[in-house]
Nanobody, 119 residues
Framework: QVQVVESGGGLVQAGGSLRLSCAASGRILSINNMGWLRQAPGKERESVADISSAGITNYADSAKGRFTISRDNGRNMVYLQMNILKPEDTAVYYC?????????????WGPGTQVTVSS
């Protein structure tokens, strides 16, 4: 079975840093896009960053200059380095990956990891 699992969330003070990791596992043939979404209480889910298999990246305006997305194709992992964190970054962060497995392409989601930034 294909699974996607996040790690690295936690509590951090404003101005601090966190590095989120996401691992895809299973009988995977290939992965194209990978990325991160987040959802704060009372707010809509929003895209934070994504990266293609070729390394092309996209960022939300709120993340530009502070966050960096990267991936390790050999390990089927994607990362989100978050610097200069702000209280408004507090949210549950979800990882996704578009994966070719079992003869088809599907999008897989992790269960989420909580990031809390204190002021």
């Amino acid at each position: 079975q294909v699974q996607v699992v996040e790690s690295g969330g936690g509590l951090v003070q404003a101005g601090g840093s966190l590095r989120l990791s996401c691992a895809a596992s299973g009988r995977i043939l290939s992965i194209n896009n990978m990325g991160w979404l987040r959802q704060a209480p009372g707010k809509e889910r929003e895209s934070v960053a994504d990266i293609s298999s070729a390394g092309i990246t996209n960022y939300a305006d709120s993340a530009k200059g502070r966050f960096t997305i990267s991936r390790d194709n050999g390990r089927n992992m994607v990362y989100l380095q978050m610097n200069i964190l702000k209280p408004e970054d507090t949210a549950v962060y979800y990882c996704y990956a578009n994966i070719h497995a079992g003869g088809s392409w599907n999008t897989y989601w992790g269960p989420g990891t909580q990031v809390t930034v204190s002021s």
